[in-house]
């Protein structure tokens, strides 16, 4: 029988060997911050409103840019280029926009507003899905969790926008790698093994970590400079469920990175959190 010594199992052992493929070959990534002039919020009469403000107060307050209220539109594309004329760089919105959707029925929408503004919106969109009280939102913000499956741009987006909300502040950002097996099709870029019967939880997270080990690099690095205390953590389980369990021992703003397409899982990924979360949901 084989020993681990000196890991702790076969799992810490592929955990392990990932993270030093990871630093013998890391790719060159830098966290840019972006660009962030003023802060959009649009209320739509419903019982979300109170806490669109109270995000973009918050926001106003951590990022030291002023917020904007603006005027309801009847598209998503009307609101988006009211956001452009006044400079807002980030947008509040209720989800679903002025309903209260059953997960059951809703499906795969938010509505159509909020879904076409999830397809045509460059801006980030903080989606408050539910009421939540000052000092709760308060607790909230002061972290970030930024889920992945893959180390791809929206993702590299999503950390540019979590150091930038807490650049004025002593918030910690945490970065969930998740190595769902579900998405072997789509990791087949970054696993390296013929056989795709062979591949186990195990190997995604090996290979995880090893795509992943440029952008962790670049965070810290970045987090020492800004001094945002930065903690990345591997879990293996479906991506949906670990990091909706991750919010109910922690609660944190999610920062979840997609791709403006239909056909894009991070899209569907973003998605799906929003529709099952009940904390508001940052999406770039």
Same mark, same amino acid.
């Not at 002593?170 to 062979?198: C, F, N, P, Y």
């Given at each position: 029988?084989?020993?681990?010594?000196? +890991?702790?199992?076969?799992? #810490?052992?592929?955990?392990?060997?990932?993270?030093?493929?990871?630093?013998? $070959?890391?790719?060159?990534?830098?966290?840019?911050?972006?660009? %962030?002039?003023?802060?959009? +919020?649009?209320?739509?009469?419903? #019982?979300?409103?109170?806490?669109?403000?109270?995000?973009?107060?918050?926001?106003?307050?951590?990022?030291? =840019?002023?917020?904007?209220?603006?005027?309801?539109?009847?598209?998503?594309?009307?609101?988006?280029?009211? /956001?452009?004329?006044?400079?807002?760089?980030? %947008?509040?919105?209720? &989800? *679903?926009?002025?309903?209260?959707?059953?997960?059951?029925?809703?499906?795969?929408?938010?509505?159509?507003?909020?879904?076409?503004?999830?397809?045509?919106?460059? %801006?980030?969109?903080?989606?408050?899905?539910?009421?939540?009280?000052?000092?709760?939102?308060?607790? @909230?913000?002061?972290?970030?969790?930024?889920?992945?499956?893959?180390?791809?741009?929206?993702?590299?987006?999503?950390?540019?926008?979590?150091?930038?909300?807490? $650049?004025?502040?002593?918030?910690?950002?945490?970065?969930?790698?998740? &190595?769902?097996?579900?998405?072997?099709?789509?990791?087949?870029?970054?696993?390296?093994?013929?056989?795709?019967?062979?591949?186990?939880?195990?190997? =995604?997270?090996? &290979?995880?970590?090893?795509?992943?080990?440029?952008?962790?690099?670049?965070?810290?690095?970045?987090?020492? &400079?800004?001094?945002?205390?930065?903690?990345?953590?591997?879990?293996?389980?479906?991506?949906?469920? =670990?990091? @909706?369990?991750? @919010?109910?021992?922690?609660?944190?703003?999610?920062? /979840?990175?997609?791709?403006?397409?239909?056909?894009? *899982?991070?899209?569907?990924?973003?998605?799906?959190?929003?529709?099952?979360?009940?904390?508001?949901? @940052?999406?770039?």
């Amino acid at each position: 029988m084989m020993s681990w010594e000196p +890991f702790e199992n076969e799992s #810490n052992l592929f955990k392990d060997l990932g993270l030093f493929e990871a630093a013998a $070959h890391p790719q060159s990534y830098v966290i840019k911050m972006p660009d %962030l002039r003023r802060i959009g +919020f649009v209320e739509d009469g419903s #019982n979300q409103d109170r806490t669109v403000r109270a995000c973009a107060q918050i926001l106003e307050t951590n990022c030291g =840019v002023p917020k904007k209220k603006l005027a309801v539109t009847p598209s998503a594309a009307e609101l988006l280029d009211a /956001c452009r004329r006044e400079q807002c760089d980030l %947008l509040i919105a209720p &989800a *679903p926009f002025g309903k209260n959707y059953d997960r059951d029925h809703a499906c795969e929408s938010l509505g159509t507003f909020i879904d076409e503004l999830l397809m045509e919106s460059e %801006l980030p969109l903080l989606l408050v899905r539910d009421t939540l009280n000052e000092a709760a939102l308060e607790l @909230l913000m002061s972290g970030i969790l930024v889920p992945l499956v893959v180390a791809e741009p929206s993702v590299f987006e999503a950390l540019n926008w979590s150091f930038r909300l807490l $650049h004025e502040t002593r918030g910690s950002i945490e970065i969930l790698a998740v &190595a769902d097996e579900s998405i072997l099709e789509e990791a087949k870029h970054w696993l390296d093994q013929e056989d795709e019967r062979t591949f186990r939880a195990d190997h =995604v997270e090996r &290979a995880l970590l090893r795509d992943i080990g440029g952008l962790v690099a670049a965070c810290q690095r970045h987090s020492t &400079a800004e001094r945002t205390p930065i903690r990345v953590e591997t879990r293996q389980g479906s991506f949906h469920t =670990v990091v @909706l369990s991750s @919010l109910e021992m922690q609660p944190r703003l999610i920062v /979840c990175g997609r791709k403006r397409s239909h056909s894009a *899982p991070s899209f569907h990924r973003a998605m799906d959190l929003v529709l099952d979360s009940r904390r508001p949901v @940052l999406v770039v």
